[in-house]
């Protein structure tokens, strides 16, 4: 840190009670958000309280510094950036305050999903739907007046917030709702005071210009608001706060109106032969008076018709464009009267390209109504270095200018030589377009500023306006002024009211750059030739930096470097949707260096320079990589599919080079064999492992946590006793279908009943087993600690057995779904061996390779009934391998037991990670929402396939855990010894 940040720093440190964070790696997860933008900052607070906030204010008003208030971070102007002091939200303004019959007080950073969760049961839901409300936050969503797709009828964010709680320029706090203008005479007591009498003078002075409509859409939020505003009488600061982009004043706590939620619902879709024949028809949808009318172009429906089998069945492919229009109310009868009102005028409009489908299951609706949100992630995946880039995605035109305003795009498109799309909001005349452009390619960062001057004219010129939904931010403040005129200075003045020292986000809304489009934009890295022995491999240009990244690891499919910028900062990853998983740490810690964004783009950020280079393999980078616990759903469920679990390991591996693996790293890397010392003592192990002051000296040696109770070791390992059973011999000429039974680590020690119930129900589908003794323990452990030649060892020692079983007709199963990924895709990252793709292409999930015997009935129907409740968990590796859940269902099967679902997320555990110290209480808090679930009295036992997933649901609910072939095995009649006592709870000291 430089010599002013760190006086900052110091000057802060004693009277913030939140986070302050001025490092280099710190600063840079604050440097980008959703937009192509990025500008370190001079440093970021995390406050606790709202002191923290006004006090951080003060003190940027007294030394003249900037401030930006943050978020998620997920607006695409880049109005959250900026090079002074980031305040961020998010993290620790997350209460809801109250919640009231018809209103609702809250803190800025509460995600908007996470609120109407708490509103469902009352009926009740905030009135816009924003895209992202999985991860947008409150304040953000007031910070630019968003709105949803339903927004055609309940409007945007500004119509429900009745008062605000915020912090003004200089530091002071204040509550702000609907203020009287003061009479002449009267003396303003507070700053609050002395705004109110300037916007009075205004407001009078302007009221012309004020009643003017500028724009003829119905959506149009640039600028300042004081025109909604005013009123004769007074005015609703809350209101004009709404949509100032933390400008005016920063937000603390928010009172909002909700509404109830319809009882009915019903969606049409639409589909028409041209993109013009849909812009055409929406003005004859306005008429019915729908709550919502989207249009979508033909890239949109060829990538989702190619991806999700339901929506070929509803989309023809003839349609290249589709409306999707939605009615709520509370009449089921009224709302499919309205919908068949509808989808007859469109078919005697003889517009349709094909039969109209009506859609009145809610389930059924909500997933059409969010097509966007199964086609963002099919757009951003798209292969080659162009990206759909969101710098004109918020233009909105009167409706009925649509299928002019659409013929003028493609125009203008055609003239760039650029490829789009588009999908709008076109009940509002909203539109999202992202131009395809690669903005480390100097030739399409020329395009930006044209393109943008060029469809904002276009817009305009139809009665439109510049900003519909989003943020002016970075993007939109040099056309301020196309929009609106004479009318800038008076927005001018609102600012200089309310922060004459322009220290709240300087620059937006308000600025005088006319070419701010194109500043700041991504540092994108670019491939640079391997230097010659005599050239300087370490330029303080960072032109070669990309040389200092070398990766360790093979890349089959994009390079680090393409991997890392590929993240458009989107901030899925911050999603609290309890049914996706991507990011347990986030949703631990909910800090921003927890995000597979942030990491992802401190590895592009090293690479383009934008950070020194030298930081690669250091300790401040190493735990920013020990914030992923490898759970590899970022390539799944990231819109643009970033593998940043590989990532990670490549940063992780760097530093283990650069420094030795630390104590609980090396000894957590090589857990297979403390196990197999351990199995020849486990006397003497169990012992030591229950003994307090033994568990005292690990957790100060090894840094093994002193709480987390570790599962008991026994002498015999599986494969040994397999061996006593004539298992470990091949038999190729055996009848049945023949299988190697890959055990692991945990199954071959520590629970070696699993291992014989996997056998067992095998056996019991007349299946040849195999269990050759040479196998070794997966590597996921060495794996995850960067220890990359120990794991890159126990593959190949692995895999000479493997492949030759493969090779001879054997299928390879693993009960442990950590050792199905390891061998299905991770040893393919570890060696070039050709046995590697060989083993992967033969290798099942226990579950997995039960299930295609049942579809094929070779796998006997359970018969014995099981009386309990279970709770079962899917484990992370086992959604990673994208398999479903055929644990799952295998056990739906068995007579008499009841099996719910609990998808809560993560259990936390990951592996070796919730083993470690540092990790402990950080994986029980990943963990928390499965574990309430499994504490709840109606819940008798849990059930996973994940052996660390049992430790992690033993140690927090007092009742066992069993995988579900145990389950199966039981009601086969195969395990009589565990029947009898398997809903028995745990002995507190008892894990397995």
Request: glycine fraction near 8%.
């Amino acid at each position: 840190m430089d010599e002013r940040r760190a006086r900052i720093h110091d000057d802060l440190r004693g009277v913030i009670e939140g986070e302050l964070l001025f490092e280099p790696l710190e600063r840079a997860n604050y440097a980008h958000d959703a937009s192509i933008y990025e500008i370190d900052p001079l440093g970021v607070i995390v406050p606790r309280t709202e002191q923290d906030v006004a006090t951080a204010v003060r003190y940027a008003a007294e030394n003249q510094i900037a401030v930006q208030a943050r978020g998620a971070g997920t607006d695409p102007s880049g109005g959250v950036l900026g090079a002074g002091l980031v305040i961020d939200f998010s993290r620790h303004f997350r209460r809801i305050v109250s919640i009231a019959a018809d209103s609702v007080v809250v803190q800025p950073g509460v995600v908007l999903d996470h609120l109407n969760a708490q509103l469902a049961p009352m009926g009740r839901r905030i009135g816009p739907d924003p895209a992202g409300s999985e991860f947008c936050t409150i304040g953000g969503m007031i910070g630019v007046d968003a709105v949803g797709p339903r927004s055609l009828r309940w409007g945007s964010t500004g119509d429900y917030v009745a008062h605000l709680r915020v912090v003004f320029a200089h530091g002071e706090v204040a509550e702000v709702g609907y203020e009287p203008w003061p009479e002449y005479d009267d003396d303003a007591i507070d700053f609050k005071g002395v705004v109110v009498r300037k916007l009075g003078a205004l407001a009078r002075h302007n009221s012309e210009m004020l009643s003017r409509r500028i724009a003829r859409a119905p959506r149009s939020r640039a600028g300042y608001a004081l025109g909604r505003s005013a009123t004769p009488s007074g005015i609703d600061l809350a209101r004009l706060l709404v949509g100032s982009e933390g400008t005016l004043a920063l937000v603390t706590e928010a009172t909002l109106r909700t509404i109830p939620i319809p009882a009915a619902q019903g969606v049409a879709l639409l589909p028409f032969a041209r993109l013009s024949d849909a812009a055409m028809a929406v003005a004859k949808c306005l008429e019915e008076s729908p709550s919502a009318c989207d249009l979508y172009d033909w890239r949109s429906l060829h990538l989702v018709r190619d991806a999700v089998p339901a929506f070929r069945d509803w989309i023809p492919e003839l349609a290249e464009s589709v409306l999707i229009v939605e009615f709520e109310g509370d009449d089921p009868n009224e709302v499919a009267d309205r919908l068949r009102r509808l989808t007859n005028r469109m078919i005697r409009s003889r517009l349709l390209v094909a039969d109209p489908v009506e859609f009145t299951r809610r389930a059924e609706a909500e997933r059409v109504l969010n097509l966007r949100r199964v086609v963002e992630p099919l757009l951003m995946r798209m292969k080659g270095p162009a990206r759909p880039i969101p710098f004109i995605e918020d233009v909105a035109v009167p409706p009925a200018a649509l299928a002019e305003f659409l013929h003028q795009l493609q125009n203008i498109f055609k003239h760039h030589d650029v490829s789009w799309t588009l999908d709008a909001q076109a009940g509002l005349g909203l539109l999202r377009i992202r131009p395809f452009l690669d903005i480390a390619d100097p030739s399409d960062l020329a395009k930006i500023e044209p393109l943008a001057t060029q469809v904002v004219d276009a817009a305009l010129d139809l009665g439109g306006a510049i900003s519909g939904a989003h943020g002016c931010g970075l993007v939109r403040t040099q056309f301020l002024r196309r929009q609106f005129g004479d009318q800038v200075q008076l927005f001018r003045e609102i600012k200089d009211a309310f922060d004459p020292l322009n220290v709240l986000n300087p620059g937006k809304v308000i600025g005088d750059d006319p070419h701010l489009i194109t500043r700041n934009i991504k540092r994108m890295p670019v491939p640079v030739p391997e230097p010659e022995p005599d050239e300087d491999a370490e330029a303080e240009t960072g032109t070669a930096a990309t040389s200092w990244i070398l990766p360790v690891l093979r890349w089959t499919d994009r390079s680090p470097m393409e991997t890392a910028s590929a993240c458009n900062g989107c901030g899925a990853c911050r999603t609290s949707d309890p049914s996706a998983r991507m990011c347990p740490t986030f949703r631990a810690l909910g800090s921003e260096a927890a995000t597979p964004r942030s990491k992802a783009n401190l590895i592009r950020q090293m690479m383009a320079g934008a950070i020194d280079p030298k930081l690669w393999g250091t300790e401040e980078l190493r735990q920013n990589a020990d914030l992923c616990i490898h759970c590899n759903l970022c390539s799944k469920e990231c819109p643009s599919g970033l593998d940043v679990s590989t990532l990670m390991l490549e940063a992780k591996a760097a530093y283990a080079e650069n420094h030795g693996l630390p104590p609980v790293d090396w000894m957590l890397s090589r857990v297979d064999l403390w196990s197999r010392v351990a199995s020849r003592f486990p006397i003497i192990s169990n012992a030591l492992l229950s003994n307090g002051t033994t568990r005292w000296l690990f957790e100060r040696l090894f840094g093994l946590a002193k709480l987390r109770r570790l599962p008991k070791v026994h002498r015999t390992p599986f494969v040994r006793r397999a061996a006593r059973q004539g298992l470990t011999r091949p038999r190729p000429q055996a009848p049945g279908p023949r299988v190697l039974y890959f055990v692991d680590v945990y199954a071959n020690y520590f629970d070696q009943e699993l291992a014989e119930a996997a056998v067992a129900v095998l056996h019991q589908a007349e299946v040849n087993v195999y269990v050759p003794t040479a196998q070794r323990g997966s590597g996921m452990p060495a794996l995850v600690a960067g220890d990359i030649d120990h794991a890159r060892d126990l593959a190949l020692a692995n895999l000479r057995v493997l492949g030759n079983a493969v090779r001879d007709g054997y299928t390879i199963v693993c009960s442990e779904p950590t050792a199905t990924l390891m061998l299905r895709h991770e040893y393919l990252k570890l060696t070039d061996d050709l046995d590697a793709a060989l083993v992967a292409a033969n290798t099942f999930d226990l579950g997995q390779y039960l299930a295609g015997l049942e579809a094929r009935g070779q796998l006997p129907a359970p018969k014995h009934p099981l009386r309990a409740r279970v709770g079962y968990h899917q484990p992370c590796h086992l959604r990673a391998l994208d398999v479903g859940t055929p644990g799952l269902d295998l056990i739906r099967n068995i007579p008499e037991l009841d099996v719910e679902f609990i998808d809560r997320g993560c259990s936390g555990m990951a592996g070796t990670f919730g083993l470690a110290r540092d990790h402990f209480r950080t994986s029980l808090r990943a963990g928390r929402p499965l574990l309430n679930r499994l504490r709840d009295v109606d819940i008798e036992i849990g059930s996973t396939e994940c052996g660390a997933c049992r430790m992690q649901m033993e140690q927090g609910a007092p009742k066992r855990t069993l995988h579900p072939i145990k389950l199966l095995s039981m009601s086969y009649g195969l395990n009589p010894a565990l029947l009898r006592q398997f809903k028995a709870p745990k002995a507190r000291h008892e894990v397995l």
